[in-house]
């Protein structure tokens, strides 16, 4: 039937919302209704690229009908099916409109869901834009006091981060996850986050910054009362004595095992330097002759 031919779907949509001498105004809700019926006879059809064209004028026109939920949800399609023919781009670029869109609705859980879909189709391609995108699907749920709607999120931006061995990075993001974990009073994710974020300096073989994030992470007193902490007593102490069998032991312990999979991977490599030498240094400072004035 000629009424269900999607090419024709879309010739008749688009005349409708263009202007001429007998249209003075747009026929957006007859022409949205044909794109979506396009659409939906494209991807049927398996054609990619057309689909992709129709859901975002459907989009355009549900935005044009002061339905931004509606308009959202086709953007998205539109974005699926931009990640089909790898146009990375478009993928960001449809998911972060579907965000805003959402966003107008005053849903900000979809609103960061959006972009976090986008982070994960460009892992692998464009992963440093990914991290971006991670980084504000986080920010918008932070800001509407969800962080707990976004542990996920800090989890796999940490994860691309450890990818792409940004160790530092990680290990920041893993602190910011820690400090999202208190604020809603998830005590034991925050603890797990602190314990993450010393073995991802360890396996960075950067054992001062471990040492210090140990200490400022101490200060927090659900992490000092925690497991979690006293794994890391144990962690600090083996390396400060240069003990690789302890250090191996400990990596093997229930806590540790109890971690997310990519941190559990880097503690089971540890020690990645020669922690010998610590324990030389440790020996040294500790025989320094008292200088003349100490003893004034």
């Not at 059809?45 to 949800?73: C, R, V």
């Not at 991802?200 to 950067?206: F, T």
């Not at 054992?207 to 600090?236: G, H, M, P, W």
Request: glycine share 2%; with cysteine.
């Amino acid at each position: 039937m000629a009424s269900s031919d999607p090419h024709k779907l879309m010739v008749k949509a688009d005349k409708l919302t263009k202007l001429s001498l007998t249209r003075w105004s747009a026929d957006w809700k007859s022409a949205t209704q044909l794109y979506e019926q396009a659409a939906n006879g494209f991807r049927v059809a398996k054609n990619i690229e057309q689909a992709k064209i129709a859901f975002e004028k459907a989009s355009q026109g549900q935005e044009m009908l002061s339905s931004p939920w509606d308009a959202a949800k086709h953007m998205e399609s539109a974005a699926a099916l931009a990640k089909e023919l790898h146009n990375w781009r478009e993928v960001a670029d449809f998911y972060r409109k579907a965000s805003e869109l959402y966003n107008e609705c005053g849903r900000s859980q979809p609103a960061s869901d959006a972009l976090a879909k986008a982070a994960r189709a460009l892992e692998d391609a464009v992963p440093e834009d990914a991290i971006q995108l991670y980084t504000d699907a986080c920010i918008m749920l932070e800001e509407d006091d969800k962080e707990q709607m976004a542990f996920d999120v800090y989890r796999a931006a940490t994860n691309v981060y450890i990818k792409l061995e940004k160790y530092a990075d990680a290990a920041t993001f893993l602190l910011r996850w820690g400090l999202a974990a208190d604020k809603c009073n998830a005590t034991n994710s925050q603890c797990k986050a602190y314990l993450s974020a010393i073995i991802v300096y360890l396996y960075a073989n950067d054992f001062k910054q471990a040492e210090k994030c140990y200490n400022d992470c101490s200060q927090v007193d659900a992490f000092l009362r925690s497991d979690q902490n006293r794994c890391a007593t144990k962690l600090i102490s083996a390396y400060t004595e240069g003990d690789v069998e302890e250090i191996k032991r400990v990596a093997q312990s229930s806590t540790i095992s109890n971690l997310d999979h990519m941190i559990i991977k880097l503690a089971r490599k540890l020690p990645t330097g020669d922690v010998s030498a610590l324990k030389k240094a440790n020996a040294v400072q500790d025989e320094e002759p008292l200088d003349e004035n100490d003893l004034t």
